[in-house]
């Protein structure tokens, strides 16, 4: 295979033209670097490099006008838009740059189209006068104020842009307007040169123009790279653009039209594979590289063409390690690296101007890599520590000045983070400079280890001296939003640049880097509907219409220009491999590429198709399974010293691997931060609240003067432990509020139970609150002390029979505290562990003589109070409707032979913890 560029040198060699003289034009940079390259293998001695230009360099050339960035754009057509707009009327910054930028597109276009600007927007505002939606003769303001944008347009437009033609500056659109009206003058400047134009396709208008008067004063020579496949096809678009050229420029009526190749009909492997997302692809293109490099030795033959950015960093860490030589076109998006997610946090938080910053936000910031490393200290990290505080205490909103009370080092590192930035662009600019110079002195003590995140540094601090720079000098923005909208907007356009030797190993770029160069294997990516080709984007107040009319590229030409790029990448190919995504996507994706299925209707090439997808061994279940060792013995003997409770052998029932990790183990849940009240903290408040109450009246009985006094103390009973169990979170708005409602509900609801119940003539004595029970238990085949402990919500005497009682925040239903069969209590946890709590409680205390038989023993559901005292009962049958509540010394019986079997399985060295399948 022959590339393209160096056929086009040999051509020029045979017409025996001085490549010292020729000024070559070219669509990109990137081809400058290989047409040096090739040049140098067709010269036997040294000359001077010719003069190399891409088409924008040699347009701003011919203009005389500096390109300036689209930033500066902004601010310069708002201080036009200021200039021509009442005081009254004016947007702001913020507000006018979601549109300007549009504007600033359109404005484009239609320069670099040459379309007349007194044409174009006089019949956008007659279309505008046409089709304003208020059928009144009189417009409303909403209307009118509509219509005035579309009237003045056209005096933005002359008066931006004779202001910048004035500073010898413009954007693109502008500058191509220019150069084709100084055609005239640049040609008869230069009338000895020579240019050479290669591998073109879409042209603008103002593109056209400069081309053709070139080469109609035979000062220029022009090469398409145009396959018989696509030009001669009178429906294919990859020729769409130069089947237009052929037919409509006047030099190629006389003159051939070079050149028409034939070598897209040549055999080739092309494969078609569909994998599951982004990653997928980045893997799987190691994957064929790594086979490629066991038979391919000369890796500058192998194109990797990447049609969405974001796939660069995978790709990257999926390259085989013995491919030590690659060359990336593409940069590294700004927006892509690990810092951008720091800076884009800073401003999430502080764009509001909060008072308050929330919690999540504080422990994103304080964790984030680059943060986290500036809090190190000999003995601790500070940034640790002030995380373990905010989640111990509860803390969900914070200030700077609680931040800094938490820990007293690094103050100033807390006052760059979390110093109220006052809605002030120009705070904010100095607050993040002064970050990355914190960050960068910390980094500074290892720069061969952080050489990248210097890099990345580096990258930032110019982003922020330009964003300083246009504050300064324009003084627009007024507020943190405007800020960020101009912060994101650099941000995309900005990358890290890679170091590379261009012209030897794996070469790996994006579509548009792809142009006139051409490679033996190429592997391209996202090949999917939204992507190659992006599809149906008009993002433009320039109807479609309109576009048509005056020849203004739409969404069609776009698709045409893609289809360029896709087929002639194939043009010379010999293996290509074309991956897509396979997976449905909200936005994109999913869809293979109308390129692929052309492929195959096309019937030239036979396209292999094949699904593919990552190799998921597949994970047996298995079930943890903890041996009980020597030292698991030794602390659960321990462990039965210290006694077990209810709740700890319910747990067991549940779960023996939970219990493990809990009670051998002492493996405690993660601390969070509870941001809403959670079910856990609500019960502990019922509980605490009704202790409080009650405690006091353990011996006596219950009177209405008790309970009415108990109702006025509600509130405040509530509040005292809400504020003690749930530290320093509030709730005194949002859920919590609601929360802190439903406890004093359910505390009230239950009194007012209670004094009904008393009016109703029954006699209640309090016999004790939240008592501690604590008893020993033989175990036949258990050498060591055995214990039992619990606390009893609150025992009474109800008409003279005792009952013991255990509050439950949560629902309880009465199928839930009855048993039929005495095994099933320690085995089933969902149905009988209410019924082997309550049942524990009852033997423990008729173990230490503090009740006498028969008794009542049983649950009250706050959340399900109106069943009242649901009763522990034993059933004889599931569907049997009489059942026994009360207990006696026999239930009592039938549950410790129940309780000893638990226990004495949780202590046999010979049955493990085994992991239970949950729901």
Known sequence: MIPFIKTV???????????????????SKRAGVFLKHHLSTLIDQPIFTPHILSIEEFVEEISGLQNIPNTDLLFRLYETYKQLTQDTEQETFESFSKWAQILL????????????????FDYLNAIKELNHWSLETNPTELVANHLKFWKQLKTYYSVFTKNL??????????????????????????????????GFNALNTAESQIIQGLLQNKTAHIYWDIDKAFIDDNIHDAGWFTRQHRKQWDYFTTKPFNWVTSHYSKTKNIQAIGIPKLVGQAKYIGQILEELTQNETNLSKIAVVLGEEQLL???????????????????????????ASLFELLFATHKNNPKHFYFKDVINILSHPMIYS??????????????????????VYLTASDLKQIETLHLDIIDLLFESWNNNPKIALQQCTDLIFKMKSNLDTDKVKHSLELEFLYRFNILFNQLTELNNNYQYLNSITALQAIYKELLSSETVDFKGEPLEGLQIMGMLESRVLDF???????????????GKTNNSFIPFDVKIENNLPTFKDKDAVYTYHFYRLLQRAKNVYILYNTELDALKGGEKSRFITQLDIEGIHNVQHKIVSPEVPTIAQNLQEIIKTASVTEQLKVLSNKGYSPSSLTNYIRNPIDFYYDK???????????????ANTLGSVIHNSLEDFYKPLEGTLLTLEHLKMFKSKVKEMVTKHFETLYNKGGFSNGKNLIIFEIAQRYITNFLNQEIESIKQGNEIKILSIEADEYIDIKIDGLDFPIKLKGKVDRV????????????????????????????????????????????CYAYMMKQQNRIELPIEAGIISFKNLNEGFLKFGKKASTNSRSKDQLITQETLNNFEIELKKLITEICNPEINFIEKELD
């Open 313 to 339: 960093l995978p790709v990257l860490n999926s390259i085989p390690k013995d491919i030590t030589k690659l060359n990336v076109t593409m940069g590294l998006a700004l927006q892509f690296v690990p810092l």
């Open 165 to 198: 033609i004035e500073s010898k500056q413009a954007y693109q659109g502008l500058i191509y307007r220019e150069a084709a009206n100084n055609l005239e003058s640049y040609i008869k400047n230069n009338n000895n040169k020579t240019h050479v134009f290669l």
């Open 105 to 120: 597109q359109d404005f484009n276009e239609i320069d670099r189209y040459l379309i007349p600007q007194e044409h174009i």
């Open 520 to 534: 033996e294997t190429v592997i391209i990516s996202s090949v999917n509907e939204g992507i190659l080709p992006s």
């Open 374 to 395: 500036l809090f190190e200290t000999e003995e601790k990290n500070i940034s640790s520590a002030i995380v373990s505080y905010i989640q111990k205490n509860n803390l």
């Open 664 to 678: 051998v183990l002492g493996i405690k849940e993660f601390e969070e931060v509870e941001e809403n009240i959670a």
């Open 9 to 27: 040198l040999q051509d020029l060699h045979i017409k025996n033209l001085n490549f010292e003289e020729l000024h070559f034009i070219l669509p």
């Open 796 to 839: 009474d005497s109800f008409n003279g029979l005792t009952r013991v009682i255990d509050y439950k925040s949560g629902k309880v239903t009465q199928n839930k505290v009855e048993v039929v069969d005495w095994e099933d209590l320690i085995t089933d946890y969902d149905k009988y562990s209410k019924s082997f709590q309550v049942l």
